[in-house]
């Protein structure tokens, strides 16, 4: 075990997107993914209302049907990534949950099958099956924004003096905590399709007034995400330090050997062999 400083690092976008029926999520999610820029590919569980936004920007589409098990939502997130897309929009994760074959149902299904209605023991089948859909979408090497719907409640408003009654977006539509996984969570409100962070660590929502989501709002979080320390090349200037510190090729070899073993399959592995050669010549030398 093995303490390290603290830092920032460059990250891919895990950004949720919830709201009600017409809230504008999937909009939003075009285009913060246009603003991010490169390849886009997006899953739709709507029935095809993705591509009814097909002149936002240029994208592919993967109309996923039922079942909506956690396993085909992780076929299609790999597809993706197998595919060298950049950013990849799920449209909506809620199926994953509450949709025809997804989590809730599995559990009926399996519960009436196997545990005579027990549902608790159903759990204990469904729950790995619905971490490995999470970490799916955690470790990818693309941006991630998931949409959700929200349960709707209506409710009477005042609005320049009159009463009116609005669609408010409530409890997402997944699983409780699932907020957690994501970077930021946004909620669309119907009326004025505004934004607002019910958790960001960005930090670049927290502390404003509701906000309408733009291309200018991918570019603003791609910014953030790039903002943070590479670690292959912290890693390699922590290397650098060391071997030009090195009194001996005794204490080079260590630092190399480290350095050569966190950087396996990068550019800087080469880079690092580089430095240790034309450092353990001038320690030969020197000796």
């Given at each position: 075990?093995?303490?390290?400083?603290?830092?920032?690092?460059?990250?891919?976008?895990?950004?949720?997107?919830?709201?009600?029926?017409?809230s504008?999520?999937t909009?939003?999610?075009?285009?913060?993914?246009?603003?991010?820029?490169?390849?886009?590919?997006?899953?739709?569980?709507?029935?095809?209302?993705?591509?009814?936004?097909?002149?936002?920007?240029?994208?592919?589409?993967?109309?996923?049907?039922?079942?909506?098990?956690?396993e085909?939502?992780?076929?299609?997130?790999?597809?993706?990534e197998?595919?060298?897309?950049?950013?990849?929009?799920?449209?909506?994760?809620?199926?994953?949950w509450?949709?025809?074959?997804?989590?809730?149902?599995?559990?009926?299904?399996?519960?009436?099958?196997?545990?005579?209605?027990?549902?608790?023991?159903?759990?204990?089948?469904?729950?790995?099956?619905?971490r490995?859909?999470l970490?799916?979408?955690?470790?990818?090497?693309?941006?991630?924004?998931a949409?959700?719907?929200?349960?709707?409640?209506?409710?009477?408003?005042?609005?320049?003096?009159?009463?009116?009654?609005?669609?408010?977006?409530?409890?997402?539509?997944?699983?409780?905590?699932?907020?957690?996984?994501?970077?930021?969570?946004?909620?669309?409100?119907?009326?004025?399709?505004?934004?607002?962070?019910?958790?960001?660590?960005?930090?670049?929502?927290?502390?404003?007034d509701?906000?309408?989501?733009?291309?200018?709002?991918?570019?603003r979080?791609?910014?953030?995400?790039?903002?943070?320390?590479?670690?292959h090349?912290?890693?390699?200037?922590?290397?650098?330090?060391?071997?030009n510190?090195?009194?001996?090729?005794?204490?080079?070899?260590?630092?190399?050997?480290?350095?050569?073993?966190?950087?396996?399959?990068?550019?800087?592995?080469?880079?690092?062999?580089?430095?240790?050669?034309?450092?353990?010549?001038?320690?030969?030398e020197?000796?």
């Amino acid at each position: 075990m093995k303490f390290e400083k603290a830092m920032r690092k460059k990250a891919k976008l895990r950004l949720a997107l919830t709201g009600p029926s017409g809230s504008g999520k999937t909009y939003s999610a075009l285009l913060i993914a246009k603003g991010i820029g490169g390849r886009i590919a997006v899953i739709d569980t709507e029935k095809g209302s993705a591509s009814l936004y097909s002149d936002i920007c240029e994208f592919d589409v993967l109309e996923l049907e039922p079942p909506f098990t956690p396993e085909r939502f992780i076929e299609a997130i790999q597809a993706a990534e197998q595919a060298g897309y950049d950013n990849l929009i799920i449209d909506s994760i809620t199926h994953e949950w509450g949709g025809v074959g997804g989590c809730l149902e599995l559990v009926d299904t399996i519960a009436k099958a196997k545990f005579r209605g027990n549902s608790w023991s159903a759990w204990s089948e469904i729950n790995p099956r619905h971490r490995l859909f999470l970490d799916s979408i955690l470790r990818s090497s693309m941006h991630i924004i998931a949409t959700m719907r929200s349960k709707t409640e209506t409710a009477q408003v005042e609005e320049n003096g009159r009463k009116k009654v609005a669609k408010l977006g409530m409890k997402s539509e997944q699983r409780d905590g699932v907020e957690y996984e994501f970077t930021t969570v946004l909620d669309l409100v119907h009326e004025s399709h505004h934004a607002n962070a019910t958790k960001d660590r960005t930090k670049l929502f927290s502390n404003s007034d509701p906000v309408i989501l733009t291309e200018e709002t991918g570019k603003r979080l791609l910014d953030w995400l790039e903002s943070g320390v590479n670690p292959h090349e912290e890693t390699l200037k922590h290397f650098t330090e060391l071997a030009n510190k090195a009194n001996s090729i005794d204490e080079l070899r260590p630092a190399f050997e480290e350095a050569w073993r966190s950087l396996r399959g990068t550019e800087q592995q080469a880079i690092a062999k580089d430095i240790y050669d034309i450092r353990k010549t001038e320690l030969e030398e020197a000796s």
